[in-house]
Nanobody, 121 residues
Framework: QLAESGGGLVQAGGSLRLSCAAS????????MGWFRQAPGKEREFVSG????????NYANFVKGRFTISRDNAKNTAYLQMNSLKPEDTAVYYC????????????????WGQGTQVTVSS
């Protein structure tokens, strides 16, 4: 089970840190991903991190602004979001990868309920 937190309302240029808490003992064995979905749009890949944290991928539209990380001792993944833009407004989801990092939602088998991020201009 995955549970996101940390979303909220922020002004453009601000920052938020999302957390994804996982239950169970196998968190450290899996790559994790963050996705987002805006109203009327498909769910899109934001960032992914390997099980060890050694490898990280980012969508082009967040490179240099967002940072993904994980703490396997705490069973938690994070997404630090800086320089937020109104177009970053969406529900953000964390998910557990079936295998390695992928930008396809089909490559993930467990999802959190999502946390709303709203960026005002």
């Amino acid at each position: 089970q995955l549970a996101e937190s940390g979303g909220g309302l922020v002004q453009a240029g601000g920052s938020l840190r999302l957390s994804c808490a996982a239950s169970g003992r196998t968190f450290s064995s899996y790559a994790m991903g963050w996705f987002r979905q805006a109203p009327g749009k498909e769910r899109e890949f934001v960032s992914g991190i390997s099980w060890s944290g050694a490898y990280r991928n980012y969508a082009n539209f967040v490179k240099g602004r967002f940072t993904i990380s994980r703490d396997n001792a705490k069973n938690t993944a994070y997404l630090q979001m800086n320089s937020l833009k109104p177009e970053d407004t969406a529900v953000y989801y964390c998910a557990r990868a079936k295998a390695g990092i992928s930008d396809s939602p089909k490559a993930y088998d467990y999802w959190g309920q999502g946390t709303q991020v709203t960026v005002s201009s």
